[in-house]
């Protein structure tokens, strides 16, 4: 028990808030995501083309609306995002149930996308404002712990859920979004930095982000989009890859996104931990590079055995990357611009799940799923290579800031 009370106050409330919130909705979101392109295409009439819209709006919206996003959090405040984009979502997973035509499809997934573009930015600034520097990569790992197990349990019960009642699903998903706003309701208060004025002593309003004042982050931003490239193409290209590599490719591909879920949530934590002092430039490097290795197995393994192994490669990747990544936007970002500089990176995952399907799927088409495959990798060593120089450029300027401070 005090082992129990001592981990809990490890962390500050709001972040055991994120926690449960994540495990309620993304375990919702993993019983959906499977089946909702077959769910979409039975309602719309069999049409392929349809459902790709209608799934593409949300990340289009999402880049859309991620920079005012992060400029409303860091004026208004974190929990007054967060409240208004679980209350959006909650209504837009509560329509999708009773959606027929694909207008209606079509504005309930816009407002899924725009709930979305707001809750992170300012769900990621929060973290920021409430947990020590040190400790943010550990945190953002608790995090993405919280995401997998969704990933580890979703599909499964999705599938036997979509079985007996299609509809119900999407109303498990509402009730998850709604049970998280209510608990971030009464249990978090509000997290926002006040910043005063020095002359007047009257709170400021926060500054205009000009980005041309902020290249550092524009690059690093775009320098990771070649990750979330690989994520989209583990939802699209890759299970048709399988299909013409085994016959067998469904299991395959279920059995891998288990080995993926289950493992990070038994070693995320301790990865974390094991790296959180460690250069974080230095563990992206590493990452980026492992990653390569993941796009190149994925494209060429030739039996199961080496998938998994190729798998357990991207898992740890994964481990890595994710928590440093983010720890180096949280350490970036002026105390007053933390949501929009959240915001803005968070465009990286948009930009890749608008594109990366139809850019893995003219490749796949006219080259093979070895050629496109060999091309994202190619693209991991060379944004990766590019990333460090980035970061270290930015560390040597940060210290003749403090040394000339």
């Not at 199961?304 to 192994?309: D, H, M, N, T, Y």
């Not at 933390?338 to 990366?356: L, V």
Request: aromatic share 12%; charged share 10%.
């Amino acid at each position: 028990m005090n082992q129990l009370t001592a981990i809990f106050k490890r962390y500050d409330t709001a972040i055991w808030v994120r926690f449960t919130g994540t495990v309620l909705t993304s375990v919702t979101g993993f019983m959906l995501r499977p089946f909702l392109v077959l769910y979409l295409y039975d309602k719309l009439g069999g049409s392929v083309l349809l459902p790709m819209i209608v799934i593409g709006l949300q990340p289009f919206i999402g880049m859309l609306v991620s920079l005012w996003g992060g400029g409303w959090t860091d004026r208004f405040g974190r929990k007054p995002l967060m409240m208004a984009a679980l209350i959006i979502q909650t209504c837009s997973m509560a329509g999708m149930g009773f959606a027929e035509s694909v207008w209606q499809f079509a504005a309930l997934a816009i407002m899924n996308g725009l709930g979305m573009s707001l809750f992170f930015p300012a769900a990621n600034a929060q973290v920021t404002d409430v947990v020590p520097e040190e400790k943010r990569a550990e945190v953002f790992a608790l995090l993405h712990t919280a995401l997998n197990v969704g990933s580890a349990v979703g599909p499964m019960l999705g599938m036997l859920v979509f079985k007996q009642n299609p509809t119900l699903v999407f109303g498990i998903a509402s009730a998850a979004f709604l049970a998280y706003a209510i608990i971030l309701w009464r249990n978090v208060p509000e997290t926002l930095p006040v910043v005063t004025d020095q002359a007047t002593g009257i709170q400021a309003k926060p500054p205009k982000l000009e980005l041309s004042e902020h290249r550092p982050l524009l690059w690093f931003t775009v320098l990771a989009v070649p990750i979330s490239l690989l994520y989209a193409q583990m939802e699209s290209v890759f299970p048709l890859h399988l299909r013409n590599q085994t016959a067998d490719y469904q299991t395959v591909f279920a059995t891998l996104m288990s080995i993926n879920g289950t493992s990070v949530i038994l070693f995320q934590m301790w990865i974390v931990r094991w790296t959180q002092n460690a250069s974080s430039m230095k563990i992206i490097l590493i990452s980026y590079m492992l990653l390569a290795i993941v796009a190149a197995g994925y494209g060429f393994a030739p039996f199961f055995g080496l998938l998994v192994a190729v798998e357990l490669l991207f898992t740890l990747a994964e481990m890595l990357v994710g928590p440093h990544m983010q720890k180096v936007v949280s350490s970036m970002a002026p105390q007053e611009m933390r949501g929009r500089y959240f915001s803005i990176y968070g465009m990286s995952w948009q930009i890749a799940r608008a594109i990366g399907p139809s850019m893995g799927g003219l490749l796949f088409t006219h080259y093979g799923g070895h050629a496109a495959f060999s091309v994202f990798s190619a693209l991991l060593v060379v944004a990766g290579v590019a990333q460090y120089a980035l970061l270290r450029t930015i560390l040597a300027k940060s210290a003749k800031t403090e040394a000339a401070g």
